[in-house]
């Protein structure tokens, strides 16, 4: 399969094409001279793989970079598990190597020690001296990350984390979280990607129907045992939607809100985000212990109201209660749901909403029962329904505005503008 020339690797053409690392940035942190002849051994013999080899002192000193840009893979010699749980650590705690690669080298490690280090974030963990088989394995692996990240080096920096919250209930929160989390899915897909849908109402969310889903999320699963969560069980626990979007449904059974451990719906998020170009959060109207957590990893917060005295007065209510707690800066957008059109009659002006509100309306949505009604019955999000409806252009407004979508060229002129062409709106 393979042959060896002066101590260089030479890969089976067939697998080189099965295995495409040309452009992979690979930092390689060993000091054990057999770890170090092992890896360097098949690293020559990868062609387009770009890497450093350094020893732990040097490794220290220079930090996680290859030719001052962060790598796709760091493989990293460790002494025992403690030790390897320490990097591990502090290197998951950087935002920006969120998404590295991580293939520990390990004497012996034990069972245990194996499955505690993947749930830390771990992507693998080889012997010292791991076979060829073992190691392009492992690249293979974070190439396949990497495709879901995206191709071009910036991915990183147009994921995003939207989070859709509501003060009054059926604001429409769920919807346009639905319907958004679809349309970044055909976004994400075009790099390569995914989006996932999660719906934190465990009591009576119901985005599964919506999407109609054939089944729920087992959350039980979750609650009982959440010390055994990492990416392959919350894979296992997501729905695969419309478009191959990902959903992390509500129970079968509603739940106590507090069945759900902050520090478990921190991991589900943590999680999400290395492995979903976009995560979309659907919360319930209720405050939990763990609404904070999930407030603070958003990269945009969604308040969804209705333009009518009591729903505005809650959602003021909301933005006063979360602005109290500390989100790190993070400012609260305004959606107006179902707004009427003129001929439908406005009892509340934008500008009176604002006032009530003391933040500006970042987007107004129309009101389209029909459509919604529809989409509805027949499980099918508005969005896929009738994509150029208004209200489905409202939803990419909306996204510009998370800046996860690029900005459309947009005509707003009164004779032919975005909002003149399309079909039978309100
Ligand atoms: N722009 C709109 N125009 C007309 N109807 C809408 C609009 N947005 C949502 N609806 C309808 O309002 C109802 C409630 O919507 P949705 O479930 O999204 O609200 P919610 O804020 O998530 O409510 P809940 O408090 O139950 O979580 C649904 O029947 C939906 O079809
Ligand atoms: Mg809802």
Known sequence: MTDTTDNVVVLDSSIEDALNFDGLRLLAVASSQEARISIETYLKGYEGVEYELLNQREFEQHGVTVNAEIPDVLVLEVKDATDAEVH???????????????????????????????????????????????LSSSLARSTVNRAVVGDDRNAASRRRTIVFIHASGGAGATTLAVNSALQLQKEAKRFGGNACLIDLDIQFGDADLQLDLPMRSNLFE????????????????????????HVLTSPDEPLPFDALEKSTVEKVISLARRHHRYVVIDMPITLTSWTDSVLKAADCIFLVTQMNVLALRSARRLIDTLQEENLGGKSIMAIANRYPSKGQGRKISIAEAEKMLRVSINTTVPSNFGLLINSLDQGVPAILQQPTSKYSRTIDELLESASAKPATQKKRSFGGGLFKRGDADV
């Open 88 to 134: 591990i650590e502090a290197i998951r705690a950087e935002p920006e190597l969120e998404f590295l690669h991580i293939c520990l080298l390990m004497k012996s490690p034990t069972k245990n020690a194996i499955v505690n280090l993947l749930r830390a974030g771990a992507d693998d963990i080889l012997s010292l001296t791991p076979n060829e088989i073992e």
């Open 222 to 245: 979750l609650v009982k045992s959440p010390d055994r969560l990492d990416s392959r069980m919350l894979e296992n626990l997501m729905i695969k939607g419309p478009d191959g979007l």
